[in-house]
């Protein structure tokens, strides 16, 4: 791969979720991160597709949710992604583990792992999320909530977790997409991109049971890439290399391609650009239903299906 087309870190991560109001509740109130979308998953428009991040929804602060009601438990294992980071100051994790308590959150840790300090926690849905120190993080957290002061808010995404039952394979893709071996402890290894942050991607190995995309499991992980023609040279770099690469989709927010590494994780790369502002002034974001130009004519229809949600900032 060139070293043109080195991946920039995570862009998002997107899980599916059961409850959309009970969603929205967990990740706006106690994580305190900011609601920047409310849109509709566009190939199943009676379902809500949310987005979650810094105040400007930027680039590797995003957890995204299609939250569908009365869906399934999934079940974690080889083949998925297993644990989703996001980075917070060094000195909040105390904070962090004090509040989370005090809400009721069952949080395991803070445990040392790979030298970084964890609290590890569950989502209503029994999403694995970590909370990691992260001395060198300097992003803003959102502190728009007025439930999270700003010196302890989430920076963004940190890492992911994949689970494989041969890692072998993902470490070659991940090698051959540009990521650099950054070390190992027993059975995970640490590959980074290239970026300032939100650069890691944990690879776990020898994981015994498929594990079962569902309620409370990440449906895929997103890369940066900067623009289209940067994305398209990946599409035939990628094409070139032997793998089932989507044609560009039109996501409205950025565009993307998808196609799935060697153990059954779904990848995708995704531009930077053009924002969630496009179709909304950033002090608004959030806070209505926006639908792409395709699916406006059938506003009233969707709308009708769609269970009402409020934004608890």
Do not use: C
């Not at 999934?74 to 980071?85: D, F, H, I, K, V």
């Not at 004090?98 to 809400?103: A, D, K, P, S, V």
């Not at 494989?164 to 540009?178: F, V």
Request: glycine share 12%.
């Amino acid at each position: 791969m060139s070293t043109e087309l080195t991946p920039h870190g995570l862009h998002h991560v997107t899980a599916v979720a059961g409850d959309p109001q009970r969603n929205v509740d967990f990740y706006v109130t106690v994580l305190g991160l900011r609601l920047v979308k409310r849109t509709v998953n566009f190939d199943a428009p009676q379902v809500y597709h949310v987005y979650y991040g810094d105040g400007g929804g930027n680039p590797a602060t995003l957890l995204t949710f299609f939250p569908w009601p009365d869906v399934r438990p999934g079940r974690t294992g080889a083949g998925l992604t297993t644990a989703t980071s996001f980075a917070v100051p060094p000195e909040s994790l105390g904070w962090w583990q004090g509040r989370l308590t005090g809400l009721g959150v069952p949080v395991d840790g803070p445990v040392t792992r790979d030298d970084e300090e964890v609290l590890t926690l569950r989502d209503p849905d029994g999403l694995v999320v970590e909370l990691v120190a992260a001395p060198g993080d300097h992003r803003s957290g959102w502190d728009g909530s007025g439930h999270v002061p700003a010196e302890h808010a989430v920076r963004g995404l940190h890492a992911v977790t994949l689970s494989e039952a041969d890692a072998e394979p993902t470490h070659r893709m991940l090698a051959e997409l540009g990521m650099s071996h950054a070390g190992g402890d027993g059975p995970r290894s640490r590959f980074r991109a290239d970026g300032p942050a939100a650069t890691a991607v944990d690879v776990l190995d020898g994981v015994d049971g498929r594990g079962l995309q569902a309620g409370g499991t990440v449906h895929h992980i997103a890369f940066r890439v900067p623009d289209g023609e940067t994305q398209q040279r990946w599409r035939d770099e990628l094409v070139a290399r032997g793998l089932e690469v989507t044609e560009i989709l039109d996501r409205r927010y950025f565009t993307s391609i998808y196609f799935r590494e060697p153990g059954g994780v779904l990848f995708e790369l995704a531009t930077d650009g053009p924002g969630f502002t496009v179709d909304e002034p950033l002090l608004e974001l959030g806070r209505s239903l926006r639908l792409p130009p395709w699916l406006e004519p059938d506003r009233a229809s969707i709308e009708a299906n769609l269970p009402a949600l409020t934004a608890g900032d």
